[in-house]
Structure formats: structure tokens, C-alpha cells
């Protein structure tokens, strides 16, 4: 990973990767925390993208909720979600000029080769397949921390 | 000794039980691979976390389809919520029902929708009896000091 001085996402040695996990449905919000905490990441859940954008510190106006040194090394989101779907945030946090180098992996039920390809050429890190199983999750930690 | 692992025995038998009649997937087993000693109670927690919101869900199908003119996308909002949560937890036959029902909304078929909430119904009170059952022999085990 490049190591950038307005960089908000390389991890330092020693350091436990944050992580943003934002999906509408309470059940896979407590799985996918579980599954991080598991991989040894700090969890913070959002139920939607418009609080996502708010914690992350991309609302207009708004300041960055997570306090200073909790800066998120990840956002894993779910595609289908009602009013902002994870594209969209996506499309948002790939917008911005603080935000757009955290890797950003969309989670999604359906397997729909355009919504794939979609979503990695606007830059997601990576597309899984729901339901999240630990492999999926090593996997993508693995990625970040090394 | 021998009472638990009678006890033991059972429960690994009623389990297998659960998966060859296609009540649960392995993405159950998931679940149980996340219970550790910082989260001994996770499977019950989330499992009583998705009785819940399946309730209100159901409740929910219920009334719209009740109503005179009938929301189907609302309806097919709270399916894939359904869907979602149940394929999750590694529900599988709520999960395929919730398939069909999604079919059911895009065709606008009311006959359909309703033989789909039936059926989810009666799948849903299954599972949650069956899993009740798993419990209570899981609680029997820790009680009598296995």
C-alpha cells in the first residue's frame, strides 16, 4: 500500500485496522461486526450511507465524528440499501479528496456480473457475495494488513 | 459422565437432523464457528436477534397484503429483508421461500404472495421451534457440567 502524508488509511505497525460496516439489516450488521472483530479489526456499524457520510466526516458542514486517531482503514457495504444504495456511497467516498484512497468493498446477495463490474470500476477494492462467511473476511483483512 | 454424553450425542444427532432436512445450511455452521469464549452466546443472540425482525416482517407482509390495493414493492422491500436475514443465519428453507415470494411480487401475482406467506409462515414457525429445541438441549449440556 502507498504510504501518502495525507493519507488516512496506512496502517501503522502495531495498529488494529478500523473498519466502517454499513448495511440496513440489523442480522448481517451484527455478522459482519463479529466477523471483523474476529480478524482482529475495530468495528463501527452504519445503517445506512447518509450516516456513513456522516461518520466518515463527508456531510457538508459536518466534522468528522470518529474521534482524530480512529481514522477508518476500510468501509465494507452492502449494495441494496434503501435511499442510498452502496454504490452510491461508493461513487461519494470515491469523490472525495480525504476519502478516496480507503478501500471500499461492496457486499451484495445477488450475483449480477453488470452490478459487479459496475462497482469495481468505480473503484470498489473488492465484490463479495452474501452471505459473508470468515474466509471472505480473512481474506480482505489479510489485503489490508499487509 | 454418561448422562451428558447421552446429552451430547443427542444434540449432535438432532443437529445433523436440522441440516439433512434442509432447515439449516452451513452458513449456520458459520454462525457456530464465531461462538468463542469472548462470545459464548453469539448463536443464540443472533439467532433470537432474526426471530425478532422476521416477526415484524411477518407482521408486516401480513398487513400490506391485506390492504385493498396491494404495495408490491413495499412488499418486496421487506421479502429481500427476509431473505437476506434468513440466508444469514443459514435458514434454508425460509431463504428459498423468500425466492419465490420475490418472484411472486415482480409478477404482481396476489394468489402467489399469499400461498408465499403461508409458506414462509409455517417455515418460520418450524425453524424457531426446531432451534428452541437446540437450545434447550445445548442449556441441559451446560447444566449438567458439559
Same mark, same amino acid.
Given at each position: 500500500?502507498?504510504?501518502?502524508?495525507?493519507?488516512?488509511?496506512?496502517?501503522?505497525?502495531?495498529?488494529?485496522?478500523?473498519v466502517?460496516?454499513?448495511?440496513?439489516?440489523?442480522?448481517?450488521? $451484527?455478522l459482519?461486526?463479529?466477523?471483523?472483530?474476529?480478524?482482529?479489526?475495530?468495528?463501527?456499524?452504519a445503517?445506512?450511507g447518509?450516516?456513513?457520510?456522516?461518520l466518515?466526516?463527508?456531510?457538508?458542514g459536518?466534522?468528522?465524528?470518529?474521534?482524530?486517531?480512529?481514522?477508518v482503514?476500510?468501509?465494507? *457495504?452492502?449494495?441494496?440499501?434503501?435511499?442510498? *444504495?452502496?454504490?452510491?456511497?461508493? $461513487?461519494?467516498?470515491?469523490?472525495?479528496?480525504?476519502?478516496?484512497?480507503?478501500?471500499?468493498?461492496?457486499m451484495?446477495?445477488?450475483?449480477?456480473? *453488470?452490478?459487479?463490474?459496475?462497482?469495481?470500476?468505480?473503484?470498489?477494492?473488492?465484490?463479495?457475495?452474501?452471505?459473508?462467511?470468515?474466509?471472505?473476511?480473512r $481474506?480482505?483483512?489479510?489485503?489490508?494488513?499487509? | 459422565?454418561?448422562?451428558?454424553?447421552?446429552?451430547?450425542?443427542?444434540?449432535?444427532?438432532?443437529?445433523?437432523?436440522? @441440516?439433512?432436512?434442509? @432447515?439449516?445450511?452451513d452458513? @449456520?455452521?458459520q454462525?457456530?464457528?464465531?461462538?468463542?469464549?469472548? /462470545?459464548?452466546?453469539?448463536?443464540?443472540?443472533?439467532?433470537?436477534?432474526?426471530?425478532?425482525?422476521?416477526?415484524?416482517?411477518l /407482521?408486516?407482509?401480513?398487513?400490506?397484503?391485506g390492504?385493498?390495493?396491494?404495495?408490491?414493492?413495499r412488499?418486496?422491500?421487506?421479502v429481500?429483508?427476509?431473505?437476506?436475514?434468513?440466508?444469514?443465519?443459514?435458514?434454508?428453507?425460509?431463504?428459498?421461500?423468500?425466492?419465490? @415470494?420475490r418472484?411472486?411480487?415482480?409478477?404482481? /401475482?396476489?394468489?402467489?404472495?399469499?400461498?408465499?406467506?403461508?409458506?414462509?409462515?409455517?417455515?418460520?414457525?418450524?425453524?424457531?421451534?426446531?432451534?428452541?429445541?437446540?437450545f434447550?438441549?445445548?442449556q441441559?449440556i451446560?447444566?449438567?457440567?458439559?
Open positions: 500500500m502507498a504510504a501518502s502524508s495525507s493519507s488516512n488509511w496506512v496502517m501503522e505497525s502495531g495498529d488494529v485496522p478500523h466502517l460496516a454499513v448495511d440496513d439489516n440489523l442480522i448481517d450488521r $451484527k459482519v461486526e463479529k466477523l471483523l472483530r474476529n480478524s482482529s479489526c475495530k468495528v463501527t456499524t445503517e445506512n447518509p450516516r456513513a457520510l456522516e466518515l466526516g463527508l456531510t457538508s459536518g466534522q468528522n465524528n470518529m474521534n482524530g486517531r480512529s481514522k482503514n476500510m468501509i465494507i *457495504t452492502d449494495y441494496c440499501m434503501p435511499g442510498m *444504495t452502496g454504490y452510491e456511497l461508493l $461513487k461519494k467516498i470515491k469523490e472525495s479528496s480525504v476519502m478516496k484512497e480507503v478501500p471500499v468493498v461492496i451484495s446477495s445477488e450475483n449480477i456480473p *453488470t452490478r459487479i463490474n459496475k462497482c469495481l470500476e468505480e473503484g470498489a477494492q473488492m465484490f463479495i457475495l452474501k452471505p459473508l462467511k470468515q474466509s471472505d473476511v $481474506k480482505l483483512t489479510c489485503q489490508l494488513m499487509n | 459422565m454418561d448422562g451428558i454424553v447421552q446429552l451430547q450425542r443427542q444434540l449432535v444427532d438432532y443437529t445433523a437432523s436440522l @441440516f439433512h432436512e434442509g @432447515f439449516l445450511d452458513q @449456520f455452521n454462525l457456530q464457528q464465531l461462538q468463542d469464549e469472548s /462470545n459464548p452466546d453469539f448463536v443464540v443472540e443472533v439467532v433470537t436477534l432474526f426471530f425478532e425482525d422476521a416477526e415484524r416482517l /407482521n408486516e407482509l401480513t398487513k400490506t397484503l390492504q385493498p390495493s396491494i404495495d408490491f414493492k412488499l418486496d422491500a421487506h429481500h429483508q427476509l431473505k437476506g436475514s434468513s440466508s444469514s443465519i443459514g435458514a434454508q428453507r425460509i431463504h428459498r421461500v423468500c425466492i419465490s @415470494f418472484n411472486s411480487c415482480e409478477e404482481q /401475482n396476489v394468489e402467489g404472495c399469499l400461498k408465499n406467506l403461508q409458506q414462509v409462515k409455517q417455515e418460520y414457525s418450524l425453524v424457531k421451534s426446531k432451534l428452541e429445541t437446540l434447550r438441549m445445548e441441559q451446560l447444566a449438567a457440567g458439559g
